[in-house]
């Protein structure tokens, strides 16, 4: 059977990490695995993340010496994936954002022959819950612009709740990615388009966190724009 391993990089998550764990293992999907890649929180998420991998057998943890960011962790996480022999990898925040019950949707798809499924905002029934007038304007905003820009056909480009074969993970030259906040899903979907992966967006609620504080700042948005420019640079 398929071996499937979620990434959860985390920063200061203490608050959210062990319900989470316990919401997604309570799923009892067969061969289903966690790596935790904690980027040294200073809340403790760490130790959290310790002490859960040593009471349940499918969690484990990657420490890292500081914030290095969203993007380097997933690469961090996808490699130890596929060095232990993931079939199916995963991205998933680790705020509750996004609903662990929607996992299962995601094998479904992979196993009726999609490369990449996207947990999709942008799609009918899909949603964002919780966020206001502007910020959803802006974000729509953003997205028609990447799109125009990049060409691309995936509507919810900055999606990080995904599901990869392993062969695109193997496929992706992942040293040559260049973006490490949220434009790093912005420049995955980009690369595995144009790489002709079958790519699939199924419909998902986002809950903006209720617990601790948001990641997303003026940087991260800059970067955002600065990904498309040299995105569409290159190609």
């Known amino acids: 059977m398929e071996k499937k391993y979620i990434i959860l990089p985390t920063y200061n998550e203490k ?15 067969f061969n289903l695995h966690i790596i935790i890649v904690d980027d040294n929180s200073p809340d403790g998420t760490g130790r959290i993340a310790d002490q859960l991998s040593q009471t349940h057998p499918g969690v484990s943890v990657i420490h890292r010496e500081g914030k290095m960011g969203l993007g380097s962790a997933y690469i961090t ?58 910020r959803n304007i802006m974000s729509k905003g953003a997205m028609w612009f990447s799109r125009l820009v990049l060409g691309l056909k995936t509507k919810d480009v900055t999606s990080g709740y995904r599901c990869y074969s392993q062969k695109v993970i193997k496929a992706i030259n992942w040293g040559q990615i260049k973006s490490n906040g949220y434009s790093f899903q912005e420049e995955t979907i980009f690369r595995c388009e144009k790489m002709s992966f079958k790519v699939k967006e199924i419909p998902i609620v986002f809950r903006d966190r209720v617990k601790g504080k948001s990641k997303l700042s003026k940087t991260e948005i800059l970067n955002f724009f600065l990904t498309i420019i040299r995105l569409r640079f290159k190609k």
């Not at 608050?15 to 999907?29: G, K, P, S, V």
């Not at 995963?90 to 992979?110: T, V």
């Open 15 to 29: 608050d959210n990490l062990t319900d989470l764990i316990e919401a997604i293992l309570n799923l009892q999907i």
């Open 77 to 134: 996480g996808f490699k130890r994936a596929l060095a232990v022999g993931a079939d199916l990898i995963f991205e998933m925040d680790a705020d509750f954002s996004h609903n662990p019950k929607e996992i299962p949707n995601f094998i479904k798809a992979i196993q009726e022959g999609y490369d990449v499924v996207v947990g999709s905002r942008r799609i009918p029934d899909g949603g964002i819950l919780n966020w206001g007038i502007a």
